[in-house]
Each structure stands twice: as C-alpha cells, then as structure tokens.
C-alpha cells in the first residue's frame, strides 16, 4: 500500500499526542454541535440554537449527561442518533475506531500510533495496544448488545417492539458509556422499583467504569492472586464505594419525605442502591436529585469527584488515584518511606502524578463554582447546587439539582467548558497546551521547609 504524505502545514503544527487526543474530542465535538444545530434534529423542525446544541454535543461526546433540553422531546430520531454516535464515539475513544478502520484497511500501525493509543487508552505500555483496543470494541459491542435485548424485551409489552429495540438500544449505549443521556424527561424515575431495569442497567455502567484494561485482566487470569495490583484496586475501591454509596444514600434518605416518603419499602431500598451506584459517573436517577437532603447532595459530590476508574467510559479523577491518595497519606502518618499496598510498592512517580491530577482537578471545579456563583447570581443562589453542578460536570456524570435546564448564556458556556477538561483529563490537557518539555542541565541545592 503507498505511503501517504502528510502535507507540510499539519508536520508544522507539532501535533504531540495529547494534542491529537484533544483534537480527537474537540473535532467530533464542533461536527456534532453543527449536525444538531440543523432543523430536522429538532423535533419541531426548528434549530434548538447553537449554545444548546453545543451543549448537548460536549455533553454526549464527553459522556456527561447534562442537557438544557430534553433528549426524548426536543431532539428528532435523527437529533437522537447524532447523540447516541457522540456517545459511542466518546466513551470509547476516537482512536478505538482508528484502530478499527486501520485494521480493516489493513493500514500498518507504527510504533508513533501505538503510543498515542497507549495514552488514549490509559494502558501502562505500548505493547499489545492494538489488541487492547480491538478488545475494547468486541466487548463493547458484546455487553451493550446483551443490555439492548434484554431492556427491549422488558419494554416490547408497553411501547411494542420496534419502539421497545430503539429504545433498549439508546439507553444500553448511553448507560455502557456512563453517559446518563435518557429519552423520558424525568430520566429513570417511572422504574424506581423495577428490579430489571435496576439491575440492567447498573450493571452496564458499572462494567463500563471498572475499565477495559480491568475486564481483560478478569478474563484472561480469573484468580485473583493472578490479577494485576491495578486490577485489585479497581475492584477493592469501586466495591467500597458502591457499597458506602448505597447504604449511606439510602440511610440519611430514609427520613426525607420527599424523595422516600411515597416509596414502599422495595422501592426505597432500589431506591437507594440505583442513587447510591450511578453517582460515580453514570448520571441517571431514579428519584429527584433536587429533593435529596444537603447531606446526601453533598456526600454524592464526594462520589463524583473521585469517578470512575482509569480507562474507563467514566470520568472523574479515577479510583486509583483516589487509593494512592488514601495509602501516601496512610504511609505519611506511619512514617514510612515506601507506600506499599497488597505486597506491593507503588513508585513515587504514580504518587506525584496523583496528587497533581487531584490539585489540578479541585482547582477545576472550584475555579467553576466561583465563575457559576458570578453569572448564575441572584436566579440561583445556591451554593451546594452550583458546587454540584461543577461537580458533576467534571466528573462527567450528568446528574443535577434541577439547575442545568435553568442556566444562563455565561453559565452554559462555564459547563461546556468543564466536562471538556473533565473527559479529556486534567493533565492531557495540561500536557496538549504546553510546549515541549526541556531537561534540566543543572540542580538547586536542597533545602527545607515546615509543613503543616
């Protein structure tokens, strides 16, 4: 096959990996917002307008959630779809599909395009990279066939089958990509305490979280002393945290009359579960977020910061920095040297590189609070309800305290802006913006300081 040229003008532009990584978002994401900025994506044959179409491009390509207008009624079939291809496209990674169409093309891959994969796909090497991402298409198309059938044979009875197999398509590819997009404007709260619909689609976002690198170690080893350390923390952190999820939400909600109040006992204890799981980043609800009690808002914030794991659907700042926070404080306040966990020692190098996701990450969602407590002023006032939202958007989940529909021109934009940094990742972004990197020829002299 001939070798094709790449003209002079893109060689100049110094294309680093992360910045091709943040030109795979942003592309898709400006054709997506002029796709259904078009009348026929509106349901009335009229444009929803650019800022609410943008909105909704950034939030289905970076699989948030948070819409302006409601999917199911303002947006047509073919509106639907253009978000359901941003959903897939974002939750999977552009450079999944490159991998695919280079293969079918029988297109040689080189070792440049295997590290920009490794980054993309957040794997520790860039061996076997292809393979991985191959993999992540097969299992994606696995588990969110088997979701699709099972939620279209759940609604057959109620909304007949052709609209019954549109339906379970959409929200198994929405619930997969933690994306959180549904078609009913109320999201998930007519199955409150449906066991299948619970079940189903918890079960998809939660797989979609754990990460690709995760399922294919479960895969291939089956035993846990088999499993990779980082496999290990994945799963001790996402069931930990699924586990406090659901008993804390469904405790502190168990006095609120406005959320469990009218719920019987099975609904409330589903109830509970659903809320307690999805805040990692999956962004559906089954009850009202806004009639949630401050605590319980506020706990949910904690769960959305720290997201789902590291190449995932999810977002956030990643289990597995979250852990390496926990344990480099745990060996701080022991006095050790080394922060080991499981028998094993994690290099200094994963620990800096934590604290800075985590540091860049507040820094984010705090700049957005302030910039949201400017322009949303005096219409929404509410501190915790303007902290959630910047949550959720970084975190990219997609849930609300009935705010995001209510926002104005500026504050739009603010969001807009923070699930971008939110998908792409504090420090791919940091690293696409800056310029290259140069070696130290020389070292200051050490020196101390007190802390704390």
């Given at each position: ?24 978002f942003a592309v898709p994401l400006i ?250 980043t999956a962004g559906f609800n089954s ?140 420090l791919t972004l940091a690293f696409a ?20």
């Amino acid at each position: 096959m001939p070798k094709i040229k790449i003209p002079l003008f893109v060689r100049n532009l110094n294309l680093t990996s992360s910045r091709i990584i943040f030109l795979g978002f942003a592309v898709p994401l400006i054709v997506g917002a002029i796709l259904l900025n078009l009348p026929f994506s509106s349901s009335t044959g009229e444009s929803v307008g650019w800022l609410n179409a943008l909105f909704t491009s950034t939030s289905a390509i970076c699989v948030t959630g948070l819409v302006v207008i409601d999917t199911g009624s303002d947006f047509s079939h073919f509106g639907q779809i253009v978000i359901l291809f941003l959903i897939q496209l974002g939750g999977l990674g552009f450079m999944t599909y490159g991998v695919l169409i280079a293969v079918i093309m029988g297109r040689k891959i080189g070792l440049k395009e295997r590290m920009l994969i490794q980054q993309s796909a957040n794997a520790v090497t860039p061996q076997g990279v292809v393979r991985l991402s191959l993999n992540i298409f097969l299992i994606s198309i696995i588990v969110e066939t088997v979701g699709a059938v099972i939620l279209a044979l759940r609604w057959a009875g109620e909304m007949g089958p052709a609209r019954a197999i549109y339906y379970g398509v959409f929200h198994s590819i929405s619930a997969f990509n933690n994306a959180g997009f549904a078609l009913w404007p109320d999201s998930l709260s007519r199955f409150v305490g449906d066991p299948l619909i619970n079940i189903v689609i918890s079960l998809l976002f939660i797989i979609g979280g754990i990460g690709f690198i995760v399922i294919l170690d479960l895969y291939r080893k089956r035993r846990w002393r088999d499993l990779s350390l980082h496999t290990k923390i994945v799963l001790i952190t996402s069931g930990f945290l699924c586990l406090a999820g659901f008993l804390i939400v469904f405790m502190i909600e168990l006095f609120n009359s406005r959320t469990f109040g009218t719920l019987s006992w099975k609904e409330k204890i589903w109830a509970g579960y659903f809320q307690g799981v999805v805040t990692r980043t999956a962004g559906f609800n089954s009850i009202d977020i806004g009639a949630m009690l401050p605590a319980t808002q506020f706990f949910m914030i904690f769960l959305m910061f720290i997201g789902a794991s590291s190449g995932s659907t999810g977002g956030g700042i990643k289990t597995t920095t979250f852990t390496v926070l926990l344990l480099s404080i745990i060996a701080t306040v022991k006095g050790s040297t080394d922060v080991q966990f499981l028998k094993k020692r994690i290099p200094q190098e994963i620990v800096f590189r934590a604290l800075a996701v985590m540091t860049i990450s507040m820094g984010v969602v705090l700049t957005a609070t302030f910039l949201l407590t400017i322009t949303e002023y005096p219409e929404h006032n509410n501190f915790l309800a303007l902290l959630f939202e910047a949550t959720s958007a970084f975190g990219t989940v997609g849930m609300s305290m009935n705010l995001t529909a209510g926002l104005s021109d500026a504050g739009k934009c603010i969001i807009i802006i923070t699930m971008f940094i939110g998908r792409l990742g504090p420090l791919t972004l940091a690293f696409a913006l800056a310029q290259k990197s140069v070696k130290q020829k020389y070292r200051y002299p050490e020196d101390k300081l007190l802390i704390g």
